[in-house]
């Protein structure tokens, strides 16, 4: 399923944004609603005060001489209320909207003097302009600055969007940090399978959170059950092998026939080598503590090992190079591949370094490599190359898939390229 381009990845990220648009839609609903409500609260307020003003004047006006009262007016109202006194109907000049008939009732209503008068009134922007007739025939005008002005913008709520927006931010965080410390928990059981002792998921979090961990538990269970009882089922059968093997062994150093004498030790070497072959890869899955070690004296020692036993093997790297790890897997893994070499080309070169934060160790040989095709399946248990089907050099086909294995459950990880030169380059990444 394709994901919105805008929508978060993080959990933090969907419930902020969820809660914040909840919020959004909360506020903006309520401020139309309680616009439309004080719109009309607001214009019944403003028709009485000008309702009530304009009946002070009528009477104010009345008791004025008719000299007096253009200036009484202008001296009696400032802005935003002004008044204006004309013996004649003065021009009302703006435009006519449908909402001044209910203004017009309104004044009526609340200042009963002017029932039966004649009033006139035009809307020029926001302000509301306006006549009436005087008892004796003369007019009075007003001028209402900012009167039909009922808009209350959002904008004036900034600060307080602002403030609840911060609020809803750091709420949602929290409550995906407190959702989602069990999820993590689980994502991290969930690497761990196959690569580190597998350890139970702790139920807690919300119900479904608890239902989907008892349920990783007891998965969990079952494949580790059905992989031990395999394991221990192949683990017997290697190790009881070895029984039979030791008398075929025994029966053959009485065989007269040198050659066949010497066929038959061959044949029984290569079984015991997949035998010692197949129990190492089953170690593979055995549960082992970490700690700190000396890689290159590790190292160095495999590489010793291998020359002793005739192999041209050569080491280059630091004197010592600490570390914490799984040893017996690591070791393991090393010598795998030195082996892979020696009886592939015939030598190998081994190489320690720690660049950026990482511990590299290069075995490199120089024989006739892997053709590209093939350097993801030789990691295949029991996969072997067709040019390797032989006695001398086949093996079980097992020592990369070890290799892979171990490096895998150490959290490193392994890349096989064939070199511009000849010859093979492993390189393992811790």
């Not at 399978?193 to 349920?215: F, H, I, T």
């Not at 001398?392 to 490193?412: E, K, N, P």
């Amino acid at each position: 399923m394709k994901r919105l381009r805008f929508w978060p990845d993080r959990l933090a990220g969907r419930i902020a944004l969820l809660l914040f648009g909840a919020l959004l839609l909360e506020l903006v609903g309520s401020e139309l609603l309680f616009r439309r409500i004080e719109t009309g609260v607001i214009a019944r307020e403003r028709a009485s005060q000008l309702a009530q003003q304009i009946g002070v004047a009528d009477r104010l006006l009345a008791e004025t001489p008719v000299s007096a009262r253009a200036e009484a007016a202008r001296r009696l109202w400032r802005a935003p209320l002004t008044m204006g006194w004309h013996a004649a109907a003065p021009p009302v000049r703006g435009a006519v909207k449908p909402d001044l008939a209910a203004i017009d009732s309104r004044l009526r209503a609340a200042q009963p003097r002017l029932a039966g008068r004649e009033i006139r009134m035009a809307a020029e922007r926001k302000a509301l302009v306006g006549a009436w007739r005087l008892a004796d025939g003369s007019w009075a005008s007003f001028r209402a600055t900012g009167y039909l002005d009922t808009a209350m913008p959002l904008q004036g709520h900034i600060g307080a969007v602002v403030m609840l927006g911060v609020c809803v931010t750091v709420l949602a965080l929290a409550l995906a940090r407190l959702l989602g410390r069990p999820l993590r928990k689980l994502s991290d059981a969930a690497d761990r399978v196959g690569r580190e002792d597998a350890m139970p998921v702790a139920v807690e979090g919300p119900r479904e959170v608890r239902q989907v961990a008892s349920a990783f538990n007891a998965m969990q269970a079952r494949l580790l059950d059905q992989v031990n009882e395999r394991i221990q089922s192949l683990a017997a059968v290697s190790h009881d092998l070895r029984t039979p093997i030791a008398r075929l062994r025994l029966r053959a150093a009485t065989v007269r026939n040198r050659e066949t004498r010497a066929a038959m030790g061959h044949d029984l070497d290569e079984m015991e080598s997949f035998i010692r072959s197949l129990l190492d890869y089953l170690r593979g899955f055995d549960p082992e503590e970490e700690r700190l070690i000396d890689l290159a004296s590790m190292v160095i020692t495999i590489v010793h090992d291998a020359q002793d036993a005739g192999g041209d093997v050569r080491y280059e790297g630091p004197a010592a190079l600490e570390m914490v790890t799984k040893p017996l897997k690591l070791q393991r893994a090393i010598a795998n591949l030195v082996q892979n070499a020696i009886r592939h080309a015939g030598q190998a070169e081994v190489r320690l370094s720690r660049e950026e934060g990482a511990v590299r160790i290069v075995v490199e040989d120089r024989g006739p490599g892997i053709p590209p095709d093939q350097l993801d399946a030789v990691f295949e248990p029991f996969r072997r190359l067709e040019g390797s089907r032989n006695r001398d050099t086949g093996g079980a086909g097992l020592g990369l898939a070890i290799v892979r294995r171990s490096i895998s459950r150490l959290g490193g990880t392994i890349r096989l390229e064939n070199r511009p030169e000849g010859g093979l380059r492993a390189t393992v990444t811790l």
